[in-house]
């Protein structure tokens, strides 16, 4: 009897300690505080599930038996959970002791890590050896991209394949910028998050600002709230730009369409349309050196740059 207590208890400190030793603040931002919404407006509304069947949701994630549209997402937010982590996240979510248990064991994303892509690209070494100016005999092999024999298609010869391959989103480490305010690379696997649709943005449950914080992800910038495309009507038989008449005027045959320069910006409340397919811009990261040595050296890139944009401050830059 004594033996089984022991058990009991020791079963309850450890159920204990793990109600503590994870939180679900990362999940309020699609899931609500108390797990009351819908995540994206398209999954259960969590807290009406059994325990019995978070567990089983979050396994499924975990080992990509379970799920629709979310999958991918989802797959990325569970990959380092233990059993016993999913167990005690269950166990807070049927307790309604979400908020609570997370306000005093909330865990803070840490600074990211910052991968420079451009580091063994423009690598001096490599640079000198690439220089054909530096050559008295330049092969074949050294004029083409592939570095390999041109003759042959094999596996041996064809170079390097790109390798799309990453860790799940809030797994990688996160790419320095290119150049100031170049649009960040994607660090993590896309995989389950595509296609991109006006309905479907599954970048957006992460990367919205309100929820960036607490999940550690790059929150999207005020440009992409902005609608900077000039207001344009037919009016009266003219083409009226920004409240100016532009277009084909008496005496002019070819006609002025040059002379808004720039719209004034229309601060919006919700992400900007023009810009909802995230990837026209924003593409994953290969694992894969680039075939060319890189001289490009990029100015400006200071600690600010190479992880924020401060591309709203310079839309007008050249252009007033």
Do not use: W
């Not at 309850?12 to 939180?23: G, K």
């Not at 325990?51 to 549209?69: C, H, N, R, V, W």
């Not at 054909?132 to 394949?161: A, C, H, I």
């Not at 009226?240 to 070819?254: M, S, T």
Request: glycine residues 10%; aromatic residues 4%; charged residues 25%.
């Amino acid at each position: 009897m004594i033996r089984v207590l022991k058990l009991l208890t020791l079963g309850s400190l450890i159920a204990s300690s793990s109600l503590y030793a994870v939180s679900t603040s990362a999940c309020a931002g699609c899931h609500g505080a108390n797990f009351e919404k819908k995540a994206m407006g398209q999954s259960k509304v969590v807290k009406d599930l059994s325990k019995e069947d978070i567990i089983k949701a979050l396994k499924g994630y975990k080992d990509g038996s379970y799920g629709g549209a979310m999958k991918g997402l989802m797959k990325g937010q569970v990959a380092s959970l233990s059993d016993a982590d999913i167990g005690a996240i269950a166990e807070i979510i049927k307790g309604g002791g979400a908020k609570k248990v997370d306000d005093k064991k909330a865990q803070t994303p840490k600074k990211a890590e910052l991968i420079d892509i451009n580091a063994k690209a423009s690598d001096a070494k490599r640079i000198e050896k690439e220089d054909l100016g530096n050559k008295k005999v330049v092969s074949e092999e050294t004029l083409g991209l592939r570095k390999t024999n041109l003759y042959k298609e094999d596996k041996d010869t064809v170079g390097v394949k790109t390798d799309y391959s990453r860790p799940a989103p809030g797994q990688a480490p996160k790419f320095e910028r290119a150049y100031v305010n170049a649009p960040p690379m994607i660090p993590h696997s896309v995989d389950g998050l595509l296609p991109i649709t006006q309905n479907n943005n599954q970048c957006l449950s992460c990367h919205m600002p309100d929820v960036a914080k607490s999940t550690g992800a790059t929150p999207i910038p005020v440009t992409h709230f902005t609608n900077y495309r000039p207001t344009t009507v037919y009016k009266n038989g003219e083409l009226v730009k920004e409240g100016k008449v532009v277009g084909i005027q008496k005496g002019d045959e070819l006609g002025n369409v040059g002379d808004i320069k720039i719209a004034k910006p229309k601060k919006l409340n919700h992400l900007y349309q023009g810009r909802f397919n995230c990837s026209q811009c924003h593409a994953p990261q290969a694992k894969v050196d680039t075939d060319v040595a890189n001289t490009f050296k990029p100015d400006g890139l200071d600690d600010k740059h190479k992880a924020h944009s401060t591309l709203a401050d310079a839309m007008n830059e050249g252009v007033e």
